[in-house]
């Protein structure tokens, strides 16, 4: 749902997928009371993914949060809904898995065939509606992040968990979790960062060893968000200029999102690389072909405005380096 301009339209599509899969439906025979003997502990229609505001988006009918059916599903943000796990649940260690096994994104971890599948189906799934969504590089995840993080999961359900669900189910929602993470850039419960370090390096929440670097950000200036919007209006227009890459910068830029130093630094180098297109017929207003392809493309990333502002940051950053590298030297001398 991440890639829809609202909730309105996710949730228009979500039912127009469940009328596909299910035709138009009146509530089913299990839909009954979540207090009912065989219904599990905390399950019911209020925290179930398909329920928004009173209304079932899977039957399409109004339901009560008290009740359930048997096609339930946990959202998401449950995950951090928790009590201390009851003693037959709290198993310490592995028999296929070494201690440490989950600290990184390689997914050297021992799970069923079964679950592999469905972790490398959910980051294929995830990574390609990413890139139809022209959303940036670092929403896109890797299986071994995945594989990672359901290792994770079912390592925490031994400390605390939400009564009535189960290790693989609660594992799987942290997982649900983490991908919600990784496309909107920020959690759907604040309390979730247990999972940062596994994200995309370029990540607005990455917590691993660019983490320090990440933290130093810069605001674009308005000269570089009209130059961008401008960018993004020409490729609607013209259907040509720029990249996906480009595409995706511009967005960040007309946005007015802080870009952390790496960012600043490709788009310092981007510069450099296309200076030399300014000199193509085009480039100019009043010139035949105007706007470029090039002139588009550099719009995308800020136009000039972009460049003197990522060049001065560029600048800056490399002069403190050098002036520390001198410290050191000095520093290793003296000792």
Request: aromatic share 8%; charged share 30%; with cysteine.
């Amino acid at each position: 749902m991440g890639c829809h301009r609202s909730m309105a339209q996710a949730e228009r599509q979500l039912t127009a997928l469940n009328i596909a899969e299910y035709g138009n439906r009146a509530l089913p025979e299990n839909y009954r009371p979540a207090s009912s003997e065989d219904v599990p502990d905390g399950r019911n229609c209020g925290n179930c993914v398909h329920f928004i505001e009173g209304y079932c988006n899977l039957w399409q009918e109004n339901v009560q949060a008290s009740f359930y059916c048997n096609r339930w599903v946990m959202r998401e943000d449950t995950v951090t809904e928790r009590a201390p796990a009851p003693p037959e649940d709290q198993i310490e260690g592995s028999d296929k898995n070494e201690p440490g096994s989950a600290a990184g994104k390689s997914g050297d971890i021992a799970i069923s065939a079964e679950t592999a599948k469905a972790l490398e189906n959910k980051a294929d799934e995830h990574n390609e509606a990413m890139a139809k969504a022209d959303r940036p590089n670092w929403t896109r995840v890797r299986v071994g992040s995945l594989r990672a993080v359901y290792r994770r999961g079912s390592g925490a359900y031994s400390t605390s968990h939400r009564p009535g669900i189960g290790r693989a189910q609660w594992s799987m929602a942290r997982v649900n979790a983490f991908l919600y993470l990784a496309r909107t850039g920020r959690p759907k419960n604040p309390k979730y960062v247990g999972d940062n370090d596994l994200l995309n390096a370029d990540h607005p929440r990455y917590s691993g060893k660019r983490a320090q670097e990440r933290q130093e950000s810069y605001s674009p200036t308005a000269g570089m968000v009209e130059e961008a919007k401008r960018g993004l209006a020409w490729r609607r227009e013209f259907g040509r200029g720029g990249t996906e890459i480009g595409v995706a910068r511009a967005r960040d830029i007309s946005n007015g999102r802080d870009l952390p130093l790496m960012t600043v630094k490709r788009m310092a180098s981007f510069f450099a690389r296309h200076e030399v297109d300014k000199q193509a017929e085009g480039f100019r207003q009043g010139e035949d072909g105007y706007p470029s392809n090039g002139r588009i493309a550099w719009a995308l990333w800020g136009g000039d405005a972009g460049k003197a502002w990522a060049d001065a940051i560029v600048e800056r950053e490399e002069s403190r380096v050098s002036q520390v590298k001198n410290i050191l030297a000095i520093l290793r001398h003296l000792v």
